[in-house]
């Protein structure tokens, strides 16, 4: 696994760059060995505190994301690191099930698109046109409710947008404020998710 372990406006040192890397090596052997690479950023956030991310990816297009926010930076990232191990053992067979059925996928299994982020703030008041700040490549797969509910928590995202594979239209997961996870299917042709 290929990891990068950064520092935001403050400075790393060897013995936090080495148990990073020890326990997130630790992590991706027990729970699945097939991680690509991984990011951890520290930064501080507020005048004592120290803001740690993490985001692996396991497989095609599957990321794992998990931040925590501590006085000290070994408990902010021990804190991340713990959640993400617990994402990883929920869902270790299906991710194991899921990474192989992306590596037998036919092409048409994922449709391109574009991600753009648009800015908060408007140029204009009279205008309700946000500007364009980042337009980024990406694919929209083919899979099934319950592995788009799995992604998605597994990606710590608000939103996810997948091809049914039931019925090949588009549909999307998202996270609902009571902490539910809601799915729109416009064409309505399933009833439920299974997990």
């Known amino acids: 696994m290929q990891l990068t372990v950064q520092g935001k406006q403050m400075d790393l040192g060897d013995a936090l760059k080495s148990h990073v890397s020890d326990k997130l090596e630790d992590i991706n ?3 699945f060995n097939r991680a690509i690479d991984a990011t951890v950023t520290f930064s501080p ?12 990816r396991v497989g095609k297009d599957i990321m794992v994301i998990s931040d925590a926010t501590e006085t000290d ?4 990232f021990d804190q991340a690191a713990e959640k993400v191990a617990k ?6 067979r299906r991710l194991r099930d899921h990474h192989q059925k992306m590596e037998e996928a ?5 449709s391109p698109a574009l991600d753009y982020t648009l800015s908060a703030e408007q140029d204009n008041e009279e205008v309700n046109d946000h500007l364009v700040i980042a337009e980024i490549a990406t694919n929209i ?5 319950s592995d788009a509910a799995m992604r998605l928590e597994l990606s710590n995202l608000p939103a996810l947008m997948f091809r049914n594979a039931g019925h090949k239209g588009l549909n999307m997961v998202y996270k609902r404020p009571d902490g539910n996870i809601g799915w729109v299917d416009p064409d309505g042709k399933t009833t439920s998710i299974r997990k």
């Open 45 to 56: 956030e507020g005048h004592s505190f120290t803001k740690t991310h993490i985001s692996i």
């Open 106 to 110: 036919p092409a048409d299994h994922f």
């Open 73 to 76: 930076p070994y408990i902010a």
């Open 141 to 145: 797969q083919t899979m099934s409710p």
């Open 29 to 31: 052997t027990k729970y």
């Open 87 to 92: 994402q990883l053992r929920r869902y270790k």
